[in-house]
């Protein structure tokens, strides 16, 4: 009964593949996040999106692509990826309108291009 | 410079010592804020919020200051099990958490 599940925990490819991470939430949270964490440990949000909206997108090229069917999922597609792709990808969740409330990740996907 | 900053250590302490933590923040419009630990290869997880009045849990400290935009940890009484990166962690609007660099503590015997 995992809170927010990631798929998969590793993933090794090639440069130039298209890959896609999945994310699950069953905390029935309205909002969801995409967070990378490089080699240098730094944790940096890359998507958010409420109720199947995105809200945030940060400056993160076009090769990568969220896409959320319904509130509990959140899904990551890489086109074309490359070397520098290669870092933790933590997705997390939370409820929307409460300030004070946490945020929960997922155990995050390592992600190694080569 | 980050939105978020803290000094990314490592803080070196024995096993008993007292530690303290600080982190600043960029943007006044910031709302809430948090302290989460990540141990190594694993996700972070929330280990306190902090409130502008200041709040402890157990052996943990947080506090706020909101006029100079500062944060800060306190650890008391360190035990080996704190080793891990804490994270500064700022919620500017309902949708986005910001979070820092991280600091690193490593608690020896």
């Known amino acids: 009964d995992t809170a927010v599940s990631q798929t998969p925990k590793y993933l090794v490819t090639q440069m130039g593949n298209d890959k896609s991470i999945k994310c699950e939430q069953n905390?029935?949270?309205?909002?969801m996040y995409w967070y990378k964490q490089d080699s240098k440990k730094f944790l940096k949000i890359m998507f958010s999106?409420?109720?199947?909206?995105?809200?945030i997108n940060e400056t993160v090229p076009n090769r990568f692509s969220p896409k959320s069917p319904d509130k509990a999922h959140l899904n990551l597609h890489i086109n074309s990826l490359e070397l520098g792709d290669s870092a933790v990808y933590f997705c997390a969740s939370s409820p929307r309108d409460r300030r004070n409330t946490e945020a929960f990740f997922g155990q995050g996907t390592r992600l190694t291009v080569v | 410079r980050k939105e978020v900053e803290q000094d990314p250590g490592p803080f070196n302490v024995p096993e008993g010592a007292t530690v303290a933590f600080n982190c600043t923040y960029s943007?006044?419009?910031?709302?809430?804020f948090f302290w989460y630990r990540q141990d190594c290869r694993k996700e972070p997880k929330l280990l306190m919020s902090?409130?502008?009045s200041g709040n402890e849990d157990g052996r943990f400290t947080a506090q706020l200051n909101r006029a100079s935009q500062y944060i800060s940890l306190l650890i008391r009484d360190s035990k080996l099990s704190d080793s891990a990166t804490y994270l500064c962690?700022?919620?500017?609007?309902?949708?986005?958490?910001?979070f820092g660099t991280g600091t690193r503590l490593q608690v020896f015997p």
């Open positions: 962690v700022v919620r500017r609007d309902t949708d986005k958490l910001i």
């Open positions: 905390l029935g949270h309205d909002t």
């Open positions: 999106y409420n109720n199947k909206e995105l809200i």
């Open positions: 943007n006044s419009a910031s709302q809430s």
């Open positions: 902090v409130y502008s």
